[in-house]
């Protein structure tokens, strides 16, 4: 059983790099917007949640590349990305803000993506093995000097940053704008420029539609619901001063598909008919509660919170969202639990709580989230007392990255330790889909032998027993 939950190590290693050109990429023929037009972007598009930039990155070993030079590799890129920001053109534009705060997409002449050309004298084999996100890669995302953290106004909105290791390999480091795309949509537009990096012509399948106002909000605005999601959190518990005071440190567990099926199994025990666990259900309520054990809250009577992204693209009927929408589709499904009740109660009532948020998420809770974001649209963060999930074991990253010189040995993040609030849920390299998960998160220092062991138990009810007696 040992076997079923592995920590994954990465190395702690110093990238020196050389940033040769910063080379902007416009589109290569005629867009559908002039220079002083704007584009209109939908309440789940500006969220505050979407305003930042999503970091990936993509590496390559050189037994893929037939041993390409710099030139070759980043004149492929650039000449792909140029043709496929023609029909994805609002990548080629900025944001700004407009009344209210709401957000725009502008255009004007010159702006376009960026691609940043940079080498390193180290071989990919310097830096360990490339299969869980490590922060020492963030040289290999560009930032710009003394750049604000959070900045999205007047910026690019897609930067690629192409590195060539000595060994003839590279990595791709990619910042999409969260505002543009969600994960789905990203991965679309991802597959769109390898297809046709791969090809030298462009191919797009399916057509990217734009469409934003497809979720405009109802005049007047209909919020039939309390939106837990956005509601001011109470600080008083102990979990953001453990969180912050103590510098968290990211930790990664490999998952079987053995363990994940036995969280299923347990938390699927219960004389609910109607209860259909599953595999995120079970793993999202074990990593909660396994956070707050090892984090020991206090006090137990306070109400915590575990968020996660649901796509609600097949919630959509009336009418459905038209193929290639590559936008925000995502609604914040939130689960609500006293740290007493997450402690000593079984895992099913855990994730019934992760199923009925997940499933909550309907059509009408869509629009309530669009209106309610016009009343009242929220200005911050909101972290304390909560948990959120990401995950990304659905998105096919791994083939939607094949630009002709194979699929990235790794896919994926590279730092959690700025939000230590967040869980990532990640594929494993190229396994299957529901195969082995690799599981990231951050924690105080203090907290990671306890939070090993409360996620490595397979034994839920001795565990509880033993939470109770203590």
């Given amino acids: 059983m040992d076997s079923w939950v592995e920590e994954l190590h990465f190395p702690r290693v110093n990238i020196p790099i050389t940033i040769a050109h910063l080379l902007p990429v416009l589109p290569a023929g ?17 969220i505050i949640g979407a305003r930042v930039f999503t970091p990936t990155i993509y590496f390559y070993r050189s037994d893929f590349l037939g041993n390409p030079t710099r030139k070759s590799v980043t004149k492929t890129l650039f000449d792909a990305l140029s043709l496929v920001l023609v029909p994805y053109y609002p990548l080629s534009g900025r944001l700004r803000e407009t009344r209210n705060g709401k957000l725009e997409v502008f255009f004007g002449q010159g702006q376009g993506a960026l691609m940043v050309e940079a080498c390193s004298e180290m071989a990919l084999e310097n ?16 930032r710009f000097p003394n750049e604000e953290p959070y900045k999205i106004l007047d910026m690019p909105l897609l ?36 297809a ?9 399948d399916p057509d990217p539609c734009w469409n934003r ?9 209909v919020v039939k619901y309390p939106h837990m999601e956005f509601m001011k959190i109470d600080e008083r518990s102990s979990l953001t001063r453990s969180l ?6 990211q930790k990664c567990y490999r998952i079987s598909r053995e363990f994940q099926a036995h969280l299923k199994s347990v938390a699927a025990q219960t004389n609910d008919q109607n209860f259909s666990c599953t595999t995120f259900d079970a793993m999202a309520a074990h990593v909660w509660r396994s956070w707050v054990k090892a984090l020991d809250v206090k006090p137990v009577n306070y109400k915590l919170r575990l968020t996660f992204s649901v796509n609600a693209r097949n919630k959509l009927k009336n009418p459905p969202l038209k193929d290639g929408y590559y936008g925000n589709v995502v609604c914040l499904a939130c689960a609500v639990s006293t740290v007493h ?33 016009e009343v009242d649209r929220p200005t911050r963060l909101e972290f304390g007392g909560k948990l959120t999930i990401t995950q990304w074991t659905r998105f096919s990253i791994y083939e939607s990255a094949d630009f002709g010189w194979g699929r990235p040995v790794y896919a994926g993040p590279i730092d959690l330790t700025p939000t230590p609030q967040v869980c990532v849920f990640l594929p494993e390299g190229e396994a299957d889909p529901g195969d082995r998960m690799v599981v990231c998160i951050c924690l105080p220092e203090s907290a990671t032998d306890k939070f090993k062991h409360f996620l490595s138990s397979a034994d839920q009810s001795r565990d509880d027993d033993v939470d109770r007696n203590n």
């Fill in 159 to 194: 930067i690629a940053q192409v590195t060539l290791f000595s060994c003839g390999g590279f990595s791709l480091g990619l910042r999409l704008c969260h505002c543009i795309c969600d994960g789905l949509g990203a991965m679309q537009f991802l597959r769109a420029w390898a």
């Fill in 244 to 249: 912050w005071q103590e510098k968290p440190v």
């Fill in 213 to 221: 106002k497809f979720f405009q909000p109802r005049n007047p605005p």
């Fill in 341 to 373: 009740e997450l402690i000593t109660r079984p895992l099913t009532e855990t994730a019934h709580l992760v199923h009925n948020a997940r499933i909550g998420v309907s059509e009408e809770y869509l629009r309530s989230t669009v209106d309610h974001v």
């Fill in 127 to 142: 830096l360990g093995e490339l299969s869980v996100p490590n922060p020492a890669w963030s040289p290999l995302i560009f």
């Fill in 196 to 204: 046709t990096a791969k090809s030298g012509t462009l191919v797009t």
């Fill in 30 to 46: 005629p867009i559908s917007a002039a220079p002083g037009e704007s584009l209109y972007l939908s309440n789940l598009d500006d």
